[in-house]
């Protein structure tokens, strides 16, 4: 009898698992321990509009975990001829290399998410004012994804790199 691993290693990550979440305190504080990150580094969309838009962006650039990387006006992503837009090595490199704009790896978009359309339970918006690694946050992508955002904001030299996650989970207000 043969047996599919695929179906066993989604239970055993987590794909596609659902939380559920009293309100966006309880999100936060649950991801700021897994993650080992400051809770006033998660982001919420402050509209299900603006949420939509980033969920079209996101399903267009074929972006899994690692949004990109943005340095002043511009973003930069995994370029898709790389074909490895959630590989560990390459976002790492790049989020560790001290200008993006180097990389071979990457390509260089129009930033067009709107900093103003996101909140933290905090009520702040995400200030920008150096190199920011932007990663995307939810419940279904899994621990594999979970634990390679958390080794590469591990890794990263936060003198010259921020960052900050954007979660795409609906959660009940």
Do not use: W
Not at 129 to 143: E, I, Q, R, T, Y
């Amino acid at each position: 009898m043969f047996i599919s691993c695929k179906p066993l290693f989604k239970s055993v990550d987590g794909i596609n698992k659902t939380r559920e979440y009293a309100d966006n305190k309880e999100y936060v504080s649950y991801y700021s321990k897994k993650l080992k990150v400051d809770e006033n580094s998660i982001f919420f969309f402050k509209t299900q509009e603006a949420l939509s838009l980033f969920f079209r962006d996101l399903s267009k650039s074929h972006v899994a975990y690692f949004y990109g990387i943005k340095v002043d006006d511009k973003l930069y992503r995994i370029s898709p001829e790389t074909g490895k837009s959630a590989c560990l090595g390459v976002i790492n490199q790049a989020v560790q290399q001290e200008s993006v704009r180097e990389n071979s790896n990457y390509v260089e978009f129009e930033y067009t998410l709107d900093n103003n359309l996101l909140t933290n339970h905090a009520d702040e918006h995400p200030i920008i004012s150096k190199k920011v690694a932007v990663f995307v946050l939810s419940d279904k992508l899994g621990n594999t994804n979970h634990n390679a955002i958390k080794k590469i904001i591990r890794d990263m030299d936060k003198e010259t790199t921020d960052f900050f996650l954007i979660s795409v989970d609906r959660i009940a207000e």
